[in-house]
């Protein structure tokens, strides 16, 4: 299954649920795939510890650009293997808008020949919807789209949605919508009333697992380690948890 991690804006906890939700799943002994294409690399930066030491064509860089195939490399998890991104990629849609050839197949055509050899891969997409994310969506399964708190971010919703519409309509009629999720919730009521407004606008379609604003997730980060590595007991260790149960191991359908 390829699940693309997407948000309009940054600053969502969109890297952080990816590394979550890829961390935790190898963790539990699942073969997993993280592919960074996101330019920012914060992902490449957490899961690789000599990250300023990988020239860009050992990057995503050279399948999007050069269309060579992936860059694999081993993360710091166990079972988790990671697909660095780079600054570079920021240059993506200048050269993907006068492409001639399928460029919103690049990163598909190579993703194709490896998926089988993962459980679950997912895809940390830019905070923008640009031609890298068409790129991932155009290869994904499935969506999960990150918000939090706020009316600018709620309203920001219906303009990712109208890229899902396309990609279906133009390059991947099978793709679906996983869901919202709600992060860096915290006890106050401007996030009380966003999740209100998101559960009675998108009902079913909003996760029921909520991620609680955290600071052991900044210090994980700092440290170069996923929060289940740094701290198993934290607050947001155990929010992401409770997700990978919702979302991959839910309880059986009684009889």
Excluded at 102 to 109: G, M, N, S
Excluded at 167 to 180: A, D, S
Aim: glycine residues 2%; negative net charge; charged residues 20%.
């Amino acid at each position: 299954m390829v699940i693309s991690i997407a948000s309009q804006k940054g600053g969502t906890g969109k890297t952080t649920t990816s590394i979550a939700l890829a961390a935790g799943l190898a963790h539990k002994g699942k073969k997993v795939l993280l592919i960074d294409i996101d330019s920012q690399a914060n992902s490449s930066k957490v899961l690789i510890h000599h990250y300023t030491n990988i020239d860009k064509d050992q990057t995503l860089y050279s399948t999007i650009l050069l269309r060579q195939p992936l860059a694999i490399h081993p993360s710091t998890v166990a079972n988790l293997d990671i697909v660095p991104s780079h600054i570079l990629l920021s240059n993506t849609d200048v050269e993907l808008t006068t492409a001639i050839d399928h460029r919103e197949e690049r990163l598909k055509r190579e993703l194709d020949t490896v998926k089988k050899n993962y459980d679950y891969v997912f895809i940390d997409c830019p905070p923008a919807l640009s031609w890298l994310t068409v790129n991932a969506f155009t290869v994904s399964d499935k969506v999960i789209i990150v918000v939090y708190p706020g009316y600018f971010e709620l309203d920001s919703i219906k303009q990712i949605s109208k890229t899902l519409v396309d990609v279906r309509t133009y390059f991947n009629p099978t793709l679906e919508l996983m869901g919202y999720l709600f992060t860096l919730s915290d006890p106050t009521l401007n996030t009380s009333t966003s999740l209100q407004i998101m559960r009675q606008t998108y009902t079913d379609q909003v996760m029921k697992t909520v991620i609680p604003r955290n600071t052991d997730i900044r210090d994980a980060h700092f440290n170069r380690q996923d929060i289940f590595s740094f701290n198993p007991q934290a607050k947001s260790a155990l929010a992401y948890d409770k997700l990978i149960h919702e979302l991959f191991f839910p309880p059986e359908e009684p009889v």
